[in-house]
């Protein structure tokens, strides 16, 4: 089991950065691919990147590319994302996800295990 809890969102100018945290409890961490999703209001679900559970392979939106960076300390079970030139539409609220031990990463939230309860991003024009 991993419990998930997101950190680091907030109201932002356009052009500014945010680093969102994700804290995992238990002992799996280390074998679990991870990605980041967010959600904007009256919209789907939308994959923002993921990461191999070695922290060897990342992936990204096309939307987000050059932007946004996904890394993760397995020592304090922590993931991050590190959003610069954010944009309007990057508002949304952000989850992290976990998928089970030595499975490997995705693009569909479909397939990922345990959810975070997100966190607000609010980009200002």
């Known amino acids: 089991q991993v419990q998930l809890v997101e950190s680091g969102g907030g109201l932002v100018q356009a052009g500014g950065s945010l680093r969102l945290s994700c804290a995992a409890s238990?002992?799996?961490?280390?074998?679990?691919?991870m990605g980041w999703f967010r959600q904007a209001p009256g919209k789907e679900r939308e994959f923002v990147g993921a990461?191999?559970?070695?922290?060897?392979?990342?992936y990204s939106a096309n939307s987000v590319k050059g932007r946004f960076t996904i890394s993760r300390d397995n020592a304090r079970n922590t993931m991050y994302l590190q959003m610069t030139n954010l944009k309007p539409e990057d508002t949304a609220v952000y989850y992290c996800?976990?998928?089970?031990?030595?499975?490997?990463?995705?693009?569909?939230?479909?397939?990922?295990?345990?959810w975070g309860q997100g966190t607000q991003v609010t980009v200002s024009s």
């Open positions: 996800a976990a998928k089970k031990a030595y499975y490997t990463t995705s693009y569909d939230p479909d397939e990922y295990d345990y």
């Open positions: 238990g002992r799996t961490f280390s074998r679990n691919a």
């Open positions: 990461i191999s559970w070695s922290g060897v392979s990342t």
